[in-house]
């Protein structure tokens, strides 16, 4: 492994996995690993199917370094007529919003329970 690599301070938000969107509805997963797979090995690509979905990708590389490389240069990278959008995932990010929902519907639960209201 390069000694740079070891060294360098990478910020948070970079991890192996890459969230791809705005790709070609038609692309397969073998173009997929031809193009993300220059940057490094993949563990994992799953491209979106159902309607929501569509035109986005997951690639999860086997090393962090490589994803940030394949960030880097594929961000705005022209396939088939088509940018794309790169992203790092963050998980944190998908389900900040599910647990806000929860944590405002256990303290209705709680001001139903103890009888307090609203209305200052």
Do not use: C
Request: proline share 4%; net charge positive.
């Amino acid at each position: 492994m390069n000694a740079n690599r070891t060294n360098a301070r990478l910020p948070p938000e970079v991890n192996r996995a890459l969230f791809v969107r705005n790709l070609p509805f038609k692309i397969t997963p073998e173009e997929m690993y031809d193009i993300f797979g220059k940057y490094g090995a993949i563990r994992q690509i799953r491209v979106g199917n159902a309607n929501d979905t569509k035109g986005t990708a997951f690639v999860i590389y086997e090393d962090i370094f490589d994803a940030k490389t394949a960030y880097e240069h594929l961000q705005g990278f022209n396939i088939m007529g088509r940018y794309l959008i790169v992203l790092y995932y963050q998980p944190n990010k998908v389900t900040k919003k599910m647990n806000l929902a929860k944590k405002e519907e256990e303290l209705k639960e709680l001001k139903t329970r103890y009888g307090i209201s609203d209305d200052d």
